[in-house]
């Protein structure tokens, strides 16, 4: 799985006093290593408690954050986010939520802006609920960031989780399944999948399905042929003003020259926001 590192880096002006700063910040940091290592679980999960964000609303959950040491020689630390499920949705399993990239953090996208219990108001200070959390839903949420391809890395992840338990009776890890969404995996089965879910859900015509499947090269997207080009304009225009992510609601796309990513993994610059915005993350 991923990780994220947290450096510190301290620069010396070469003072005395600044040298003092630095040992003194080492001190306190070995100090607070010494003391965290000391607590036990429960004392730990306390430390860890969030008692209130800034502007945030009073709620009936638990949430907590921290660094889960990973390599204290190296300096690596997980940092996460965990939210419990209000008392009406016990009980309730533990779902980790990663998101994928590169640059989407699971912090400021995933919990901030879908599925998290709060989203930023228009002021920039404050919080409110939101409906759609998944912590509300029956699940509890745990973020950690971090920038990669979540359609390696959480398969992998799970794959590992999986053979350790093998064997293993009431294993620490009650390891029900794993789900991507919009993940790159492979040209082959990103390619597949996409034609596929356009066609299955009546949003290309049955004969460009077809000129989709013999044009393009499954095994390479980098480069298309221009044939493979032609049936992709010709998808694009018979999809028309939907949103390829929510195909059922209205599109979002208010901004006067939003982008949009082609097949060929390229950023165009799309005038026209009416038009459809699909590609292959």
């Known amino acids: 799985m ?12 070469g003072s005395s006093s600044s040298s003092f700063r630095i040992c003194l910040l080492l001190l306190v940091a070995g100090l607070a290593a010494v003391a965290a290592a000391s607590c036990s679980p429960a004392e730990q999960q306390e430390q860890d408690r969030v008692a209130r964000l800034p502007g ?9 954050s921290g660094y889960v040491t990973v390599d204290a020689r190296a300096g690596r630390a997980l940092f996460y986010w965990l939210v419990e499920a209000p008392p009406s949705a016990q009980p309730a399993p533990l779902v980790l939520w990663l998101n994928g990239g590169p640059g989407c953090s699971s912090i400021a996208y995933g ?13 920039g200070k404050t919080l409110y609920l939101n409906p759609y959390a998944w912590n509300t839903g029956g699940f ?4 950690s960031t971090f920038m990669h391809l979540r359609g390696h890395y959480v398969p992998q992840l799970s794959q590992l989780v999986y ?3 093998a064997g293993v009776e009431n294993a620490t890890i009650n390891f029900r399944g794993f789900l991507v969404g919009n993940a790159v995996t492979d040209d082959y089965h990103d390619y597949v999948g996409t034609f596929e879910y356009w066609w299955t859900h009546g949003l290309i015509s049955d004969a460009t399905y077809r000129i989709l499947r013999v044009r393009c090269d499954y095994q390479v997207s980098e480069h298309p042929s221009d044939a493979c080009v032609n049936a992709l304009d010709t998808a ?12 059922y609601t209205l599109p979002c796309n208010d901004h006067p020259r939003s982008l949009k990513r082609n097949l060929r993994g390229h950023y165009v610059s799309n005038p026209l926001p009416s038009k459809a915005q699909f590609d292959i993350d």
């Open 163 to 165: 053979r350790k338990n």
């Open 140 to 143: 509890s949420l745990k973020d």
């Open 111 to 123: 919990a901030s802006e879908e599925l998290g219990p709060f989203r930023i108001d228009s002021d």
């Open 56 to 64: 945030q609303p009073r709620v009936d959950f638990a949430q907590y």
């Open 236 to 247: 694009d225009s018979e999809m028309g003003n939907i949103d390829p992510y929510s195909i």
């Open 2 to 13: 991923g990780f994220s590192s947290l450096s510190l880096v301290a620069r010396s002006s």
